[in-house]
Every structure is written in structure tokens, then in C-alpha cells.
């Protein structure tokens, strides 16, 4: 499913001409607000560093990560010599120049024969270990990211931090769409929306849970809803008389979700193939909130389909 993804305004393309002052945004908690907005300002950061005079010299800031380890070690808790030697197996003149330089910088202060960082140090401690952990996602979501990042203004990565990254190879193409299919059979309940098919329609074992045994409802463009019924006519209308499924549409949607009992995925769709190239998903309760918050909009600008589907 196309994953962790914020859209400026929390749904939609930029293909859609709607006014952003008639998305319905349910309310987020604060954490959540803040990563969004911190999703909305990164394309501006660049200008507002260079309106401030705000740049470091990017030696510099090199230079602040390559001391990620023993900024990491200090943030645990303060530590003599001995003790930074053994936690990071380096030299003493090595961690004689790493004090120096971190002194320098006014991160770090020796009192009482031990090295503690100031409070700028935590924070900048902090950001390191923060990039760290972005980077690290990015890269592990990178087929997703080239996937629906071209579609969408937006995109918050920290929740997925320890997202589990499933992704299609040649000897196994499917290998995204099965760890979907599994927690779909995992899961009592599913919601979700998506620009194809949530799974190809040869593959009778997710429509056999969708039909009879998840309770699910789907928002997916008419033509999608359309083509499920046309290959399952009886099973689809059976669904739904039963409330075991419920469909609704929208003209356009920007990629694909799906939330689970316990985990929220993002699935990634090869435009010409419509194949799932990769697959997020985790159980972090920001992700589920931040789901839960873009299935909302979503819904509140589709359209249900009352009862039986025309075949």
C-alpha cells in the first residue's frame, strides 16, 4: 500500500482543484500535528535558512554527525574517559580529540572528572539521532517513496521508523501483495482505500476473506468498482447484502491504505503493470492515528453505494 504518506492537504492529488478550505480534517494530537507540520515546512527550510542567514558550513555539519556515537553515548548518561574508550573501542588520543572538538563546540562540559553534554548538546544530539533514524527509513522505503512520492507534496516518515519493508523482485513479484494478504486473514476488521485493486483478481484466497470473512470497507475509484463486480457479480452483491462489505467511491485517490486490527500499511503501484512494487506497514500508534485521520478525509469525500451493485 502506498505508505506513511501526507498529502498538503491530507488527501487528494495535485491533479485535484479543490480548495484546501474543504478538506475535512479530522483533529490530530498534538505529536501527530507536529510531524505534520514538519512534513509541510521541509521544502521551505532551505529558503528560510538562507532569509536568516542561518546556514552551517556543511564541513561542519558533517562533521556534528561523524560525532553521532559518542554524542549518543553522552545522551545515556554522562561518562569519564575510560568509559567513552570502551563504549566506543577507540584510542585515548581518539577520544581526547573527540572531548576537544565536542568542547569546542559548547556540546559537552566536564564536571566532576565526567563528560555530560550541555543542553545545546542534547538538542543537537537529539536532531542527529532523529536524521539518523529518517535517513535509515527513507532508504529502507525507497522503492515505495519512488513509487508515490512523484503524486504528493508531502510525505512524514517517522512513523514508520520500524516499519517492516516489503518489496517486489524479479523471482518473486508477488512478495508485496502476499505479506498484504496475510494480514488481511490476520485481521477481523479492514478499511482502506486504493487506486487499483487491492490485490490482483486472480487471487481468489483474498477475495474469498473479503467476501466472507473480513469485515472491510473500501473506497476505490468507479472503474475499479466496476471490474470487481464484473469478475465476482454474485459474491460481491452477497457481501454486501450481508454488511460484509461495504464500497464506496471516489474519482480520484492518491495511493493506497489499508488499516488492519493492529497494523496500518502503504502500499506502492507500478503505473504500468498496476502490480504492488512495495509494501509498509507497522503497528506505531502515530502511524495508526495519522491512517486513520487520512481515511477520514478520504471518506468524507467519497460516495457509498446504497445496497446492490448493478451488473
Known amino acids: 500500500m502506498p505508505a506513511y504518506a501526507e498529502l498538503v492537504n491530507d488527501m487528494g492529488s495535485p491533479e485535484d482543484d479543490r480548495s484546501a478550505d474543504h478538506v475535512f480534517k479530522p483533529p490530530a494530537s498534538p505529536i501527530l500535528e507536529a510531524v505534520l507540520q514538519n512534513a509541510r515546512n521541509q521544502q521551505y527550510l532551505g529558503t528560510r535558512l538562507d532569509a536568516a542567514g542561518n546556514r552551517i558550513d556543511p564541513d561542519r555539519l558533517s562533521d556534528i554527525v561523524r560525532h553521532g556515537p559518542v554524542l549518543e553515548a553522552l545522551r545515556e548518561e554522562p561518562r569519564d574517559r575510560r568509559e567513552i574508550e570502551a563504549q566506543l573501542d577507540v584510542s ?56 508515490i512520492c512523484p503524486h504528493h507534496a508531502e510525505f512524514a516518515i517517522e512513523p514508520m521508523v520500524d516499519a517492516t519493508v516489503t518489496v517486489a523482485e524479479p523471482s518473486d513479484p508477488y512478495r508485496p501483495v502476499e505479506r498484504f494478504i496475510s ?26 476473506q473479503l467476501f466472507d470473512a473480513t469485515e472491510s470497507e473500501i473506497v476505490y475509484t468507479p472503474q475499479v468498482v466496476e471490474k470487481l463486480v464484473d469478475t465476482y457479480p454474485n459474491r460481491t452483491n452477497e457481501a454486501i447484502d450481508r454488511g460484509q462489505l461495504t464500497l464506496r467511491t471516489r474519482e480520484k485517490l492518491p495511493y493506497g491504505l489499508a488499516i488492519f486490527d493492529d497494523r496500518v500499511g502503504i502500499g506502492g503501484y507500478d503505473d504500468e503493470t498496476g502490480l504492488m512494487q512495495a509494501f509498509v506497514d507497522t503497528d506505531s500508534s502515530l502511524a495508526r492515528e495519522w491512517a486513520d485521520r487520512v481515511y477520514a478525509s478520504v471518506k468524507a469525500d467519497s460516495t457509498p453505494l446504497d445496497g446492490r451493485v448493478d451488473q
Open 92 to 147: 585515548r588520543a581518539t577520544s581526547h580529540r573527540l572531548m576537544k572538538w565536542l568542547g569546542e563546540q559548547g556540546f559537552v562540559e566536564k564536571v566532576d572528572g565526567r563528560f555530560q553534554l550541555t543542553g545545546r548538546g542534547e538538542a543537537v544530539t537529539d536532531e542527529v539521532l532523529r536524521f539518523e533514524a529518517n535517513v535509515s527509513t527513507a532508504h529502507r522505503m525507497g522503492p515505495l517513496l519512488d513509487a
Open 183 to 208: 494480514l488481511v486473514n490476520e485481521s477481523e476488521t479492514f478499511r482502506g482505500f486504493n487506486t487499483t485493486h487491492m490485490a490482483p483478481l486472480s487471487i481468489g484466497e483474498f477475495y474469498q
